[in-house]
Structure formats: structure tokens, C-alpha cells
């Protein structure tokens, strides 16, 4: 049996020009394996091309060149089962306002040609909490209904693989819990999740495999704790016995700040200077330390310094 829930070769996407806007080249060559079994994110800055990748895998957007196999069948080869075997909860609220839930996964379900016995429509609407609205209309649902009815919508068919397009962006906790919650219920059960998120604490959490794409490319591929670790960039923060009133002389290549709280803020990179030279520093300096503590770096720096943006514009 084949390890791989999705291999992606060489996969290139540029959406032709139109009057108003030139050709855009979307993705540029990206090869990925993802791991059956796994929860997987998908990061990168807005426009990177991350729902193009993903919207190719559903086979919603057309490939211009490149090679997608899902669950082992090759997109072009096979479209009926590698269709079968993936579904995707899109980042745009696409829903039918006339639809109730109940009918929209019905029609769904009809689309994937699923015999009424196959059909689990009750067993959906409980398990995204919308067995009270089934017979409503979507127009009349909230933002966070709708969205849990486009997850079900991607779960009719119980796919082998369950991609999640910015499922949480401007959602409310409660529903962004719930989600979670179902998506590592699912996972447990065997379904291998894809999961593309603007907040990286969640990614950090949630996928023990990351990968990382800016402007159509794949610039890093690894284990999330290994992604962190390579980024070696520490800081201690010291408060001494008396107020630091200047910054001390430290090793080169070190740089300190004096925080608003009285706080001496040290950024090094532990590769370089040992931590020891610079506590040696400070006492020189005669600084006597009261507390120390350190500030480790988390996926939104390795972020930054791969992409060179943050995924977020800072406020
Ligand atoms: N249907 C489309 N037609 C033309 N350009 C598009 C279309 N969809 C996306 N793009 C462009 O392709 C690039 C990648 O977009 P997208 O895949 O949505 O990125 P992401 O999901 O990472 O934010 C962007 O520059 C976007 O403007
Ligand atoms: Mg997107």
C-alpha cells in the first residue's frame, strides 16, 4: 500500500488575462507528498497560491501543467475516483440560498451518485450541530451556520482525504472550537486533513506537518517542531537586582533593548554566541540578575523569515 495521500508533481497553474488584469502565474512548479494520516498545513501569505493548489486537488480550477495523483489515482487518468476520494470545505461561502441544509447535502450527495442508503444526511447535520436548522433556508442561516454546512457538504461522500480551506478565518471561537473539534475526530477516525490557516498558533497546534508557499512556490516542507527548531534566534529577558539604566557591552552580533518594564531584552542566535558569554557580560557589566527568562521562537517568526511577511498585516 502507498504511504501518500496526495503526490503533486511538478504542478503549474497561470489564469489566463482578461481585459481587466494580465496573466497570472499562480503556481509555479510545486512537487508535494502528503503523508496519509496526517493533519497538514498548507501556509502561506495571502495571494501564495494556496486555494489554487487546493481547488486544483478538488478539481474546481484546471491545471495549466504538472501531475496530481489523490489517494493514488492521477487526476487525469482516473477523475471519477480521485474526485471520490477527496472533498473540500472551500474558503468562499458558496451556498445555494434557496437550499435548506438537509437539501443541499442531498444534492450533494446526488452529485457524487450515492444511493439513498449510503446517504449518512442526518448523521451530517448532527455532527456539525445543524440538526435543528435542517429544513431552514441558507439565506437565513448565520456566517458560522453556513460554514458548518459547507464542511458537512465536504464530508457526504466520506472522503479518504478532507482539505480545509481557511476554514476559521473571521470566525467566532466558539465555532472555530467546534471545528477543531470535529476535524480531529475525523482525523482519528483515519481521515487524512489538509488545512490552510492564517493563524499560525493553530497550525503550530493542530499539523505535525507543514508546508510553506509564497508567490507559487514551495519554499519549506518539514515537521512543524523541526520547522521551529531551525530557527536558532532566542531572547533572554533579564531584570536585575537594580534598575539597568543602559544597555552593557555584549558579545558582537547580540542586541539588546531596554523594555518598557524594566526588563533588558537580548536577542542572539544560540549557533553563534553561547548564552554563557553573555551572562558573563552582564556580570562584567555588574549587573547582578534577579530573574531571567527566555522567549522562544514560534512559527510565525520562521514564517517571517522565510517569507519575509507576516501573515497578518501588523496593525
Ligand atoms: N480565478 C482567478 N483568475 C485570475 N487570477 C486569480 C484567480 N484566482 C486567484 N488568482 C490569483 O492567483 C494568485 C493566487 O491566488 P490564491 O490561490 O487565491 O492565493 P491564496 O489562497 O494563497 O491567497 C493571486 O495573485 C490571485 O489574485
Ligand atoms: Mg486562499
Redesign the pocket.
Known amino acids: 500500500m502507498q504511504e501518500n495521500a496526495i503526490e503533486i508533481d511538478d504542478l503549474a497553474k497561470t ?1 489566463a488575462a ?1 481585459r481587466k ?1 494580465a496573466a ?1 502565474e ?1 503556481l509555479k512548479g510545486v512537487s508535494l507528498d502528503i503523508p496519509k494520516g496526517s493533519i497538514f498545513g498548507l501556509l ?10 487546493i481547488n486544483i486537488l478538488a478539481g474546481l480550477v484546471v491545471k495549466s501543467a504538472g501531475q496530481v495523483r489523490i489517494w493514488g489515482f492521477d487526476q487525469d487518468v482516473n477523475p471519477r475516483q480521485s474526485r471520490a476520494a477527496i472533498g473540500v470545505m472551500p ?1 468562499e461561502l458558496n451556498l445555494d440560498p434557496f437550499f435548506t441544509p438537509r437539501g443541499a447535502l442531498e444534492v450533494q450527495a446526488g452529485l457524487y451518485g450515492l444511493p439513498r442508503r449510503q446517504r449518512r444526511t442526518d448523521e451530517i447535520l448532527r455532527m456539525i450541530g445543524l440538526e435543528d436548522k435542517a429544513e431552514a433556508y441558507a439565506r437565513n442561516l448565520s456566517g458560522g451556520m453556513r460554514r458548518r454546512l459547507l464542511l458537512g457538504k465536504a464530508l457526504v461522500h466520506a472522503p479518504q482525504v478532507l482539505v480545509l ?1 481557511e476554514p476559521t478565518a473571521g470566525v467566532d471561537i466558539e465555532l472555530r472550537g467546534m471545528l477543531w473539534d470535529n476535524v480531529r475526530a475525523l482525523n482519528a477516525q483515519g481521515m487524512t486533513i489538509i488545512l ?1 490557516t492564517h493563524y499560525l498558533e493553530e497550525a503550530e497546534a493542530m499539523c505535525a506537518e507543514i508546508a510553506i ?1 509564497d508567490e ?1 512556490s514551495l519554499i519549506a516542507r518539514d515537521r512543524t517542531a523541526n520547522l521551529v527548531a531551525r530557527m536558532d534566534a532566542k531572547t533572554l529577558l533579564v531584570r536585575a537586582e537594580a534598575p539597568i539604566a543602559t544597555v552593557p557591552a555584549l558579545p558582537t552580533g547580540v542586541e539588546a533593548e531596554l523594555r518598557a518594564d524594566g526588563r533588558l531584552a537580548i536577542g542572539y542566535r544560540r549557533g553563534v554566541t553561547p548564552t554563557e558569554a553573555i551572562l558573563d557580560a552582564l556580570r562584567k557589566a555588574g549587573i547582578t540578575i534577579s530573574d531571567l527568562s527566555t522567549e522562544e521562537p514560534d512559527l510565525e517568526d520562521v514564517f517571517v523569515s522565510l517569507t519575509s511577511k507576516r501573515t497578518v498585516p501588523a496593525a
Do not use: E, F, H, V
Not at 502561506?44 to 493548489?53: E, I, M, R, V, Y
Open positions: 489564469y482578461t488584469s497570472k499562480a502561506g501569505p495571502n495571494g501564495a497560491g494556496k486555494s489554487t493548489l474558503q480551506d490552510t508557499i507559487g
